[in-house]
């Protein structure tokens, strides 16, 4: 007991937003100490780590031959378990600019279409990264409710739909529990994989998944937002010839390719109002559909989903960081984890 107290009073409470494209990481009394991709960059041949964060990125599909650039989280949970935990213990290390420290209490968020399996492989790798036993979890929906400031301890619906890198998960929330939910493994990543898919279908254009990315923050939209035509030059290489070539997209055309896991999103939304209670569905109607996540940034996203629903809806006025920001709150509220720890 004496040393439990004794470590709680030393240590620093960690909040760790586990993401499919980024990992953000919460210190308690200091905020937000981390922001980075989740990428690792290993030499094969040795094993060693090349390269994490934002410098593994910028590596992301140029690295020589022995080299290997690895996304560790897929669609939302861990795919390499090793990879995991090493870069979950250097962004603690970076967090403390230290190698050593007390062991932190921690606390991940996670999906809500999480299985067992996967819930034990983010707890161990928490644990094994240096964390003290035991790791908490809270699902993604119910943290960016809280990040984003909803009422969700009321006897009143909230609806969240978090859009990440490799989940969009839609949650109707009240009285601090969730009352129907759905996830999906479509969000951000598919988003930029329609792009490509697109450009080698329609053009025989090979392009990496950066310069799709770049292309759906730069012109991409889910629903016409000017009435001039955006363009936007793109480079990939021929894959009839083999050799470089460029051609021009219109936003419009970008709207196209990105139609059909947009419109996954916009179902699982429907899906989800469809189950909830009528009384819920009145206050949804009322206080409207709060949107976050990086995903939630696509443009006339948020105007899509209210045509198509006739629910307002509105993103989040710090998407990125609702989900770290309210999985630290819980983690700094013994009350509050009582009703929303799923572990």
């Not at 709680?8 to 990992?23: E, H, K, P, V, Y």
């Not at 969700?152 to 890198?165: F, L, P, R, Y």
């Not at 490799?166 to 601090?176: F, H, L, N, R, Y």
């Not at 998407?319 to 929303?340: H, M, Y």
């Amino acid at each position: 007991m004496f040393f439990d107290w004794l470590t709680g009073l030393f240590s620093q409470d960690i909040a760790i937003d586990l993401g499919t494209a980024n990992t953000l990481v919460y210190v308690k009394d200091r905020g937000i100490v981390v922001n980075e991709p989740s990428v690792v960059v290993i030499n094969k041949e040795t094993d060693e780590i090349v390269a994490i964060g934002v410098e593994a990125k910028k590596m992301y599909g140029k690295v020589p031959k022995g080299m290997e650039a690895i996304r560790p989280m897929k669609d939302g949970v861990i795919s390499d378990f090793e990879v995991t935990r090493l870069m979950i213990r250097h962004f603690i290390e970076q967090a403390f600019e230290r190698k050593s420290f007390i062991r932190p209490r921690m606390m991940i968020c996670v999906p809500s279409g999480i299985t067992s399996v996967e819930k034990k492989a983010v707890i161990e790798s928490g644990e094994q990264s240096g964390a003290r036993n035991p790791v908490k979890l809270i699902e993604e929906p119910m943290a960016a409710a809280i990040g984003a400031g909803l009422p969700i301890a009321e006897a009143v619906g909230n609806m969240v739909v978090d859009i990440g890198g490799g989940t969009t998960d839609v949650a109707v929330i009240s009285m601090s529990g969730v009352v129907c939910s759905k996830s999906i493994r479509v969000a951000g990543d598919e988003l930029d994989e329609s792009i490509i898919h697109h450009l080698r279908h329609k053009y025989c254009l090979a392009i990496g998944p950066n310069a799709a990315e770049l292309i759906k923050i730069k012109i991409g939209s889910a629903y016409p937002v000017s009435n001039t035509e955006e363009t936007m030059n793109v480079t990939g290489i021929d894959l009839a010839s083999g050799t470089p070539r460029q051609l021009t997209l219109t936003d419009g055309e970008v709207r196209e390719a990105l139609s059909d896991p947009v419109q996954n999103i916009v179902e699982a939304i429907r899906d989800t109002i469809e189950k909830t209670p009528p009384e819920l569905v009145s206050d949804i109607v009322e206080r409207g559909i709060t949107m976050t996540g990086g995903g939630a940034m696509l443009r006339g996203l948020a105007t899509l989903v209210t045509k198509s629903v006739k629910i307002p809806a509105r993103v989040s006025p710090d998407p990125l960081l609702c989900v770290v920001l309210g999985t630290a709150k819980t983690l700094g509220d013994a009350q509050l984890q009582k009703k929303v720890v799923i572990n």
